[in-house]
């Protein structure tokens, strides 16, 4: 952000053209991001809500469209977050990255984007950690974080043993492992989304 943090305290979101125009260019930094001006972003409106306590409750519709590009910034930037911010994301914010995609590709790469968000964000943040026990854990938290994650991810039903269940990413993966059983492995992921009509 080419200004102090201090200085940006005062903008008045609840103004109608700071708004728009302070959404265009945080629509900008996730579009043409580096980690550092998204986590200065993330950081920026901790900051702000702070500042200004009554805004979600004045403008629930604007704090959402924030903290929605804040999130999507936040996968954009997930190599530089805490250990503790990326289980949250995906516990709670999985669907977000789906968004992330649409603005950051065209649509024919979205998978691929997704994908290398997800990898390429997972893998430095397990490679920054010192031993392989520290590891274990952390992808240990991270499968839960998916397993209790209830976003609905798409808009038909899955079907858990001939029962339908809500489409969440939870219940993707518990129809997934009903699929593959204990022994699957990259074929029968790639199997299971093609054949899946999920």
């Known amino acids: 952000m080419p200004f102090k943090l201090t200085a940006l305290q005062a903008i008045d979101l609840a103004d109608d053209k700071r708004y728009q125009r302070y959404l265009t260019y945080l629509k ?12 200065l972003v993330r950081r920026f409106f901790v900051e702000w809500y702070k500042a200004h306590p009554d805004f979600r409750s004045q403008f629930p519709d604007r704090a959402a469209t924030i903290d929605a590009l804040v999130i999507a910034g936040k996968w954009q930037a997930i190599s530089g977050l805490q250990l503790d911010e990326i289980v ?8 977000a990255l789906f968004t992330v995609s649409t ?4 649509e024919d790469d979205q998978q691929q984007t997704v994908q290398e968000i997800l990898a390429t964000g997972l ?6 950690l010192a031993n392989a026990v520290e590891r274990d854990q952390f992808k240990q938290q991270i499968v839960q974080a998916l397993e209790q ?3 609905q991810i798409t808009t038909a039903p899955f079907f858990l043993s001939v029962k339908a269940a809500p489409p ?13 059983g204990p022994k699957h492995n990259k074929f029968s992921i ?7 009509p999920n």
């Open 28 to 39: 900008d930094r996730v579009r043409c991001h580096t980690t550092d001006e998204l986590l």
């Open 88 to 95: 949250d994301l995906c516990r709670n914010h999985l669907a």
């Open 103 to 106: 603005v950051t590709a065209d």
């Open 123 to 128: 893998r430095t943040a397990i490679d920054g």
């Open 149 to 151: 994650n209830q976003e």
């Open 168 to 180: 969440t990413t939870a219940n993707w993966l518990a129809q997934y492992q009903e699929y593959a």
């Open 190 to 196: 790639s199997r299971f989304i093609k054949q899946h």
